[in-house]
């Protein structure tokens, strides 16, 4: 029922929000439908975990084996709560931008949430590969719409690399299917397969589906549509891309591949992790170098996104609850981010840091929000982000799925480093200083952007103090994975 | 047997309604009658009430064939109602377009349900003489000329190569028949090269036909000389028809010997969808473009033949209704177009919202997003390949292709939604070729989302001849 | 008459044609190239009629009747084509004057 | 007093930094002020009462938990604080100084506007209550909270003037330079997971002795590391000295009294585990040694007065780990506590000068500021004979004890010590005479504006005094005075088996080192105080003396090794991005494009042309079949 | 070597011969008339198998009405002389070459298969005859037979409209 409802009402206000004409209106809709699919979510989350409310199944394709199954675990719920937090605080943040044919825009948005929620909850294959197309559909209209100059071929460019990785995962899905013993896409009987899979079957079935979540996520080295596509992306959208859609290849990792192919997953882990770590440092250095601030976001976000899928594989339950618990902080921590960007562009109509400076005068509330956000993005203690990456770490630490687990702890470690580096760099160079021509003009941010990078902080602070409530939510789910996984053949 | 008989009476209604009347209108009105009775027709044939005539085994009715023939009726009637008007503007013999037109559903009828191989042949040709012309319809039109003698001198030296075959198969066939079902004896295994080679012809003949690569050089011409009218009816109905009977050709006839030509497939497949999809990128002209992407969709749909097992038959009907809907909702707006070259849609979607809207659907469908029809016909052709275990390689090929395809249908999209221009129809259409468009993106949403729809026919249907 | 003397006859003849559509230019010579092909078939099939006949005739007097109608229909398909095409061919000359196939090159790429 | 309310002393300056913070551009800054002070007040008066408990004989330790933090697995990492002697004696410096330095700030900021002074207060505040956490925390993850936490505050106030460039740059550096400590400091914990499967003190502690020797080496070390980070030591000591571009109390607090000794209270809170490793104890002796005696180098050349004064305190804290390697953990203490006595007041007065003198901080523009400020004078000259090592001030005790322990280790420690601590003395009286003595050297109206600073500033300064020459007969040293070692036996439950790590010393040797280095500081001091009272050093530094002021060349080098080559890898990558990776990627869409070029010649357009493609496919086909086995 | 075989060899090579030439002659007129030559010989070859009524059908209907009809259409457009422009040499090798490649590749295909004991009966069996020939083709392939008339149709339709003038 919870899950039905999650999915259906950004899906029918969605379409509605087409006729509204009106861009005001279009507005105040989307945002009223965003708070209508948080409560809902809210209320899912007081239900009892065995609540029958949570699922729902129903008849789709007989004949293919495929029925609309939906579900909330601790992995779904984490998520679709994030999607759920997320939209009405890119709304309110967004309030000010001006669209052309705005209700467009905002259908747009909201289809796209019922696409990412439709993913993070279906509890069938063919299902899941059902939204996880029809989020990336809308994403494609927004940004190529709406998007920065050289939006068409940034956008075209994001969307055949993931497009390609999706019909791998298809094949490797359909693979899979026709080797469940009763032919069905459920969860269940993929969760069965692990020993039907022979072992020379599971390395190429794994990269199957493995790419098509590696390039989502983006895993280096097939992350370089990412920065091009925040970078021309409409920041709303933007938002979306980075605060939840990067979650989607996380989750299909999580859920739909190392519990499946849980040989496969041992025996290439050592690969995928070395990319990983690869991967943030070299980010992370990338990052320094960046002079655009969407771009060095975006860079520092493949390095998180690399720490979360090298903790995946190191099969530890401190590692996968953080990445849990991770997966929602920096969905959080990364939309405060983009909403002091939105801001910055707005009022100064760039993003190149080397223009800015001197803002924490004119704007101080700004700036602490930013610092505080920024500090949570680097895990300072006491923020969300610090208890995943605690997690995180230690369970690469303490991994025994590979030899190479300090290794891999130390070279990531050096990203915490670099991480405070070209944050602190970013910070310095357009807060502090003195104002410049462009700045000078600055005023302090609004009541709207005040309102959700306000809700952010205490996002961060509340989930940084005290995470249990996460940990309880997640614990059950992790602990299952990891079972799975431990499946060996 | 009803739609055999009806479509060749009906061909000759329509020869003749052109001398008692001159309005085009009526004319028209009286095809798109013809084409529901047939549609009904054929109804009644699926569900087993037909004349009963003795075919002595010449023909074989089956429910396969029989809803191919409903979709290429009712895909018929469809590009009739969205571009009827149209066909008036290719020349003035509108009675006898309509009638090869019907002619041309009599051949896709006994394509559709063939049992002999001389059936096949005279199924093929009324299908291919009525197309020669109506290619070269266009008479003041020296491409459509081009490309009408083009198309009639290959696609005969075609009919040569299917005759040797049959000529090669009719040598090795122990019983001296040409019933595909008792082609191949295994006692004959003496004559079995002669088979083999029998067997190639008639495959190299028939993928001519569908235009697979590398017999596919006269679809780009053909299909951009004809007028556009008729190049959406060869591109849709009569390639997924005949479609259907190559499936049934090599499911009756050649099934038990797979692993003897499936290799064959297999090569010819990887050809088409790798120069389709490539080639199909750099056209300039939408048209062109669509001909192109036809031969990469032949390549998926060649999967079928691949696999050749029920799932892939149902594919076939599946991926048949997916492909000529979207196609012909395409070609009926790409005909009201201006400018046929991918600049002339450059902002059609803040002209005309509506068509832009259908033709993004289509083009996604073509492309096989989920949610279209075209993903559940992509979903089937690959499944059923991978259920046969065989030819994985293939089957990531053929992904890879499809990505290749987002290339192209999605610059037509790039250009109606995201480009600057004024691209628009001559014409403001009417309202109901917009509310036709709407609900035929409707069917290719309803396809996308329930294809059980379509398919549950093949298992409901008690079928009895 | 062993067959494939028929066979190999046959098979010549039809590769003849082949190769006169390859290296002719003039559109009804190519055609006629292709009634050689269709010919060549017939033959064929009137051969393999009777070595089906040959084979059978014991069980079925009638054996390898087929493959003659086969042929029959054959010309009367033939007959068909060769109107229509003629007529395209006349078609085409009336616009250009020339049945020159290398000259059809407005389509292309 | 319920010890149960010992979370009053972290969340009373949290208050103060809430409110400061929130309400910063309505507060006035008196008000301000109040809050900021009093909030630290309070929390002192909290401490007091609590050792007030602490200090009865036979308490244990007493573990106050709050709530569950983090529990994964079986790991379970409750937040709860620990109040022991260690703790409690930390909470009184940390309150009690902090106090005093949050008056002095009250006058000392007087000229920033109400909201910037606000948000200083707010800092300063934030900083105490990350520093009561990290000396509270029962477990390693709650201690690397506030280990953290005042690592941000540090940056946050060293970067206070935001509008300078330079200012920001150096809080960078220190918090960056403290990251990488902390990473070092993160491994040990997972370390500790790993070998313990907690990082409760108690848990970790109980069973440190069957860990195995390597891992506990590792543990240590890599603790040490993070040590280093945060208390200044090489190699990770050279953001010290940049810190001091923050406000002056700053310095004082921060960078002398507390934060700086963070490092230390953590090493000598898991004593447990240095005591099993004897390499790490070397390590640490040896690298506290050596940052002391280059620290002390590079002070006697210094210009800046508080450059000086930050380079001696990195000597300072150096003395301090040799004491903690040595295995002298109440001396190390001991020096923590009267180094936060005189190092903040010495930091305070020197505040008070700069205050006066319009900002200025070079002492070759000051000289014969006695006559101006006689009470600054005053208290400075205390904490320059104080850290001096002259007798009975203070630092000649705790210095001492850490010697003796040197020396009943290995007397090169201490002859290198010793040797440190005279040039201690030296650049000290350097200081004080150039500073105080002499001619004034300033510009006419700098000479005019001259004055004594309020008694908000003047206050703590007689205060810190008072401590800085009383504070050393807490810890009398048994060969003077038989258990007259108050602090000793006060710490005894939580650092005992010290004794056992360093062997006694007869008490004739004891004095007579003592001796030895009390005439020794006595003459240098007096010796250095005539050589720069008359004739103060103006002169550029030339030959040894120029290595010297320019601090070894250690930030260039660490510039030439690792900004820079990090910097072009950065480049480097960033062009493989673009062109490699990135190349690639686009490089297939060319491909395509390409190919597809090439393929629609195929379509030549001559039906001649097709038929033979066609022709050539079947005979391909025909091929495979004669040759491709199936 | 009885008659039959002499026939055979000299209708066969009479064939061959002709079809060569039907290919390689300049003027199309000869070639017209070497098919007709073709076609000669291949009835030759129906009556040896006697299919006597093929023979006549296909005397009828190719040497007689379709060949004419070829021969009105040059004469229509003048053609009889060399008018053809030459197509350039290496297409012309390219394509001989490929037709001769095919030959080479179906009679290695066909080689495999041994058919030594099928026999083309000869001057036996009367299956040929248009009794029976008849009576099968409107009993079993009426159907067929029907649908033909379809394709005519459709031929003369299709013919109309390209013939007719606007």
């Known amino acids: 029922m919870v899950p039905v409802l999650l999915i259906l009402v950004p899906l029918v206000t969605g379409l509605v929000g087409f006729l509204i004409k009106n861009e005001r209106n279009a507005k105040v809709w989307a945002l009223l439908s965003s708070l209508a699919t948080l409560i809902v979510s809210l209320w899912g989350l007081t239900l009892a975990k065995t609540s029958p409310m949570l699922h729902a199944n129903v008849e789709w394709l007989p004949d293919l084996g495929s029925r609309f199954a939906v579900g909330l675990d601790g992995l779904s719920t984490i998520l679709s709560l994030l999607t759920a937090v997320s939209f009405p605080l890119i709304f309110i943040a967004t309030w000010r931008e001006q669209y052309k044919k705005a209700w467009n825009f905002y259908a747009l948005m909201l289809l796209s949430q019922a696409g990412l929620i439709g993913v993070f909850v279906a509890t069938d294959a063919l299902l899941f590969y059902f939204f996880w197309e029809l989020a990336l559909i809308p994403v494609y209209f927004l940004s190529s719409q709406w998007g920065g100059e050289r939006r068409i071929a940034a956008t075209f460019k994001f969307f055949v690399y993931t497009f390609v990785g999706s019909l791998l995962m298809l094949v490797g899905i359909i693979w899979l299917y026709w080797h469940t013993p009763d032919h069905s896409f459920s969860m269940q009987s993929f969760y069965a397969l692990h020993s039907k899979i022979a072992a020379k079957d599971q390395t190429w079935i794994f990269w199957l589906l493995f790419i098509a979540f590696a390039i989502k996520m983006p895993i280096w080295p097939l992350h370089t549509w990412q920065p091009d596509a925040y970078e021309q992306s409409p920041t709303a959208t933007t938002m979306v891309l980075s605060a939840i859609m990067v979650k989607m290849g996380l989750f299909g990792v999580m859920r739909w591949l190392v519990p499946v192919i849980s040989v496969g997953s041992w025996q290439w882990g050592d690969t995928v992790s070395f990319c990983c770590m690869i991967g943030m440092i070299y980010a992370s250095l990338v990052a320094l170098k960046q002079d655009d601030l969407k771009r060095l976001i975006a860079y520092s976000s493949i390095a998180h996104v690399g720490l979360m899928c090298l903790a995946i594989f190191a099969t530890t339950s401190s590692g996968m609850q953080g990445v849990m618990i991770q997966m929602f902080s920096h969905g959080i921590n990364i939309l405060g981010m983009w909403i002091v960007v939105a801001l910055i562009e707005r009022q100064f109509g760039t993003r190149k840091i080397s223009e800015l400076g001197g803002l924490a005068q004119k704007a101080p509330g700004l700036a602490i929000l930013l610092v505080i956000v920024a500090l949570a993005n680097i895990a300072l203690p006491l923020t969300n982000a610090f208890v995943g990456e605690l997690l995180l770490y230690s369970g690469i630490f303490s991994s025994t799925a590979t030899q190479y687990n300090v290794v891999y702890t130390v070279v990531a470690g050096l990203s915490i480093i670099l991480g405070a580096v070209y944050t602190l760099n970013m910070i310095q160079r357009v807060f502090y200083g003195n104002t410049n021509a462009l700045t000078a003009k600055g005023v302090d941010i609004k009541m709207n952007e005040k309102l959700a990078l306000v809700a952010i902080v205490a996002l961060i602070l509340v989930f940084g103090v005290y995470p249990k409530p996460m940990l309880d939510l997640t614990k059950e789910t992790a602990e299952m994975i990891l079972t799975k996984m431990n499946y060996k053949l | 047997m009803n739609a055999i008989l009806l479509s060749a009476i009906w061909g000759i209604v329509m020869m003749f309604s052109g001398i008692f009347t001159k309005s085009k209108t009526a004319i028209r009105n009286t095809a798109i009658l013809g084409l529901v009775l047939l549609l009904l027709a054929n109804c009644a044939d699926m569900t087993g009430m037909h004349v009963s005539i003795n075919v002595h085994k010449m023909l074989y009715f089956d429910t396969f064939g029989l809803l191919g023939n409903g979709i290429a009726f009712a895909s018929t009637l469809l590009l009739v109602l969205l571009s009827g008007r149209d066909m008036e503007k290719v020349g003035h013999n509108l009675a006898e377009y309509f009638a090869l037109i019907f002619f041309v559903l009599c051949g896709v009828a006994i394509v559709t349900t063939f049992n002999t191989l001389l059936m096949l042949f005279l199924g093929i040709e009324i299908i291919s003489i009525p197309l020669y012309i109506l290619t070269g319809s266009d008479k003041r039109n020296l491409k459509s000329n081009e490309a009408a003698l083009k198309y009639f001198l290959m696609g005969s030296f075609s009919t040569g190569l299917m005759l040797l075959g049959i000529a090669f198969l009719y040598g090795a066939s122990a019983t001296g028949t040409f019933f595909i079902d008792d082609l191949w004896s295994a006692g004959a295994v003496k004559t079995n090269p002669v088979f083999i080679s029998g067997l190639l012809l008639l495959l190299v003949s028939m993928a001519f036909k569908v235009s697979a690569a590398p017999f596919h050089f006269w679809t780009p011409d053909v299909y951009d000389g004809a007028p556009t009218v008729f190049t959406s009816f060869m591109a849709t109905i009569v390639k997924v028809s005949i479609f259907i009977g190559f499936v049934r050709l090599f499911d009756e006839g050649f099934g038990e010997n797979q692993d003897k030509w499936q290799i064959f497939v297999a090569i010819i497949t990887a050809a088409t969808l790798f120069i389709g999809n490539v080639t199909a990128v750099f056209q300039q002209s939408v048209k062109r473009m669509l001909a192109y992407s036809s031969i990469a969709q032949a390549g998926f749909m060649l999967l079928a033949l691949l696999a050749l097992n029920s799932v892939s038959k149902q594919g076939m009907l599946l991926y048949a209704a997916a492909y000529s809907v979207a196609t012909i909702g395409i070609f009926a707006v790409l005909i009201r177009m201006k400018d046929y070259t991918f600049e002339g849609f450059n902002g059609l979607a803040r002209q005309q919202p509506v068509l832009a809207a259908t033709v993004t659907i289509f083009l996604l469908s073509l492309a096989g997003i989920p949610l279209t029809g075209g993903f559940f016909a992509k979903y089937y052709m690959l499944a059923a390949v991978v259920s046969s275990g065989h030819y994985l390689w293939l089957v990531i090929f053929a992904v890879l292709c499809a990505a290749v395809s987002v290339y192209y249908y999605f610059r037509v999209i790039q250009a109606m939604y995201f480009k600057e221009g004024d691209g628009t129809t001559e014409a403001e259409p009417s309202a109901g070729f917009k509310g036709l468009l709407v609900v035929l993106a409707a069917v290719v949403l309803v396809l996308g989302i329930w294809p059980q729809t379509l398919l549950g026919f093949l298992s409901k249907l008690p079928y009895t001849w | ?109 | 007093m319920n010890i149960q309310l010992v979370w009053l002393v972290p969340v009373l300056p949290l208050i103060g930094f809430l409110i400061n913070g929130l309400f910063r551009n309505s507060l006035s800054k008196s008000l301000t002020g109040i809050i900021g002070s009093g909030t630290i007040l309070l929390s002192f008066v909290v401490s007091l009462l609590i050792f007030g408990q602490v200090r009865q004989p036979g308490f244990e330790p007493v573990v106050v938990t709050f709530f569950d933090f983090i529990s994964v697995g079986k790991l379970s990492i409750p937040f709860a604080f620990q109040v022991d002697q260690l703790s409690v004696l930390f909470l009184l410096i940390i309150t009690g100084v902090g106090f005093l330095i949050h008056l002095y700030s009250t006058s000392y900021m007087h000229e920033e506007e109400a909201p910037h002074f606000a948000r200083y207060f707010s800092y300063l505040n934030l900083f105490v209550f990350s520093m009561l956490l990290l000396v509270l925390g029962a477990n390693f993850i709650i201690l690397f909270i506030g280990w953290e936490g005042v690592g941000l505050c540090s940056y946050l106030l060293i970067g206070y003037w935001f509008k300078n460039l330079e200012y920001g740059n150096a809080a960078k550096k220190a918090f960056i330079m403290n990251r990488i400590g902390d990473l070092g400091f993160l491994i040990a914990v997972f370390l500790m997971i790993n070998q313990f499967g907690s990082v409760t003190f108690s848990e970790v502690f109980s069973h440190a002795h069957s860990a195995k020797v390597g891992t506990l080496t590792a543990i240590t070390l890599l603790l040490f590391v993070g040590a280093t980070g945060k208390s200044a030591q090489i190699p990770l000591y050279t953001w010290l000295p940049d810190a001091m571009a923050g406000p002056t109390p700053v310095s004082a607090l921060i960078h002398a009294a507390t934060m700086v000794t963070a490092g230390i209270y953590m090493i000598a809170r898991s004593h447990v585990l240095y005591d099993l490793t004897p390499v790490t104890q070397g390590v640490v002796a040896v690298i506290g040694l050596l940052t002391a005696l280059l620290a002390a180098t590079i002070a006697l050349k210094q210009d800046d007065i508080k450059k000086v004064l930050a380079y001696s305190t990195v000597s300072q804290l150096g003395y301090m780990f040799l004491g903690l390697g040595v295995g002298a953990y109440t001396g190390a203490v001991f020096h923590v506590m009267t180094h936060a006595f005189f190092k903040a007041l010495l930091f305070l007065g020197a505040g008070s000068v700069i205050h006066a003198m319009g900002g200025e901080q070079d002492m070759k523009k000051m000289g014969g500021l006695k006559k101006f400020m006689p009470v600054t004078s005053l208290t400075m000259l205390i904490g320059c004979i104080a850290i001096a090592g002259i007798p009975p001030f203070s630092g000649f005790f705790s210095k001492d004890e850490i010697l003796a322990a040197a020396y009943a280790k290995n007397p090169v420690y201490y002859a290198v010590g010793l040797f440190t601590a005279l040039l201690t003395a030296f650049y000290m009286f350097r200081l004080f005479a150039m500073t105080f003595s002499g001619q004034f050297r300033g510009t006419h109206d700098q000479e005019h504006h001259l004055h004594e600073s309020p008694s908000a500033i003047t206050i703590p300064l007689v205060v810190l005094a008072i401590l800085a020459v009383f504070a050393g007969f807490l810890g009398i040293p048994e060969a003077l005075a038989p258990n007259a070692h108050i602090l000793g036996k006060f710490l005894s439950p939580v650092l005992a088996g010290e004794t056992a790590a360093a062997p006694e010393l007869s008490h004739g040797t004891e004095i007579g080192l003592m001796v030895l280095a009390a005439v020794l500081a006595l003459a240098v001091s007096v010796g250095a105080w005539f050589r720069f009272k008359s004739k103060p050093d103006l002169a550029e530094p030339t030959g040894f003396g120029k290595v010297l002021a320019n601090k070894w060349y250690v930030d260039e080098l660490y510039n030439a090794i690792i900004v820079k080559p990090l910097d072009l890898l950065a480049q480097f990558l960033v062009f493989f991005e673009k062109n490699i990776i990135d190349g690639i990627v686009n490089g297939v869409g060319r491909l395509v494009q390409y190919g597809s070029r090439q393929l629609r010649l195929l379509q030549s357009g001559q039906v001649g042309g097709y038929v033979l493609l066609m022709v050539v496919g079947i005979i391909v086909l025909f091929l495979v079949e004669l040759f491709v086995k199936k | 070597m009885g008659i039959t075989h002499v026939l055979f060899w000299f209708l066969s090579i009479l064939a061959i011969f002709g079809a060569i030439l039907v290919v390689i002659s300049k003027n199309p007129v000869h070639s017209v008339l070497w098919l007709i030559v073709v076609f000669v010989a291949i009835s030759g070859h129906y009556i040896l198998l006697d299919a006597q009524f093929l023979a006549i059908v296909n005397l009828i209907v190719y040497a007689g009405a379709i060949m004419v009809l070829f021969l009105f259409v040059f004469m229509l457009m003048n053609l009889n002389a060399e008018t053809e422009p030459q197509k350039n040499r290496w297409l012309k090798i390219a394509g001989v070459v490929t037709g001769g490649s095919l030959l080479l590749v179906l009679v290695a295909a066909l080689k495999r298969a041994d058919l030594k004991t099928q026999i083309a009966q000869m001057n036996k069996g009367d299956i040929g005859l248009i009794h029976n020939l008849g009576l099968s083709l409107f009993q079993d392939y009426v159907v067929p037979f029907e649908i033909s008339s379809v394709l005519f149709l459709s031929a003369m339709v299709g013919v109309v409209v390209i013939g007719k003038r606007e």
């Open chain 3, 1 to 109: 008459m062993p067959i494939n003397y028929y066979i190999f006859l046959s098979v010549a003849l039809f590769c003849i044609g082949v190769a006169g559509v390859l290296t002719r230019r003039n559109a009804i010579i190519i055609f006629m190239c292709v009634e050689l092909m269709l010919n060549a078939v017939n033959l064929l099939l009137v051969a393999f009629s009777k070595m089906h006949f040959h084979a059978l005739a014991a069980t079925n007097p009638n054996a390898g009747i087929d493959g003659q109608l086969f042929v029959f229909f054959i010309m009367v398909v033939a007959a068909a084509e060769v109107s229509v095409g003629l007529a395209i061919i006349v078609m085409m000359y009336r616009n250009t004057h020339s049945i020159d196939v290398n000259f059809l090159n407005r389509l292309k790429h």
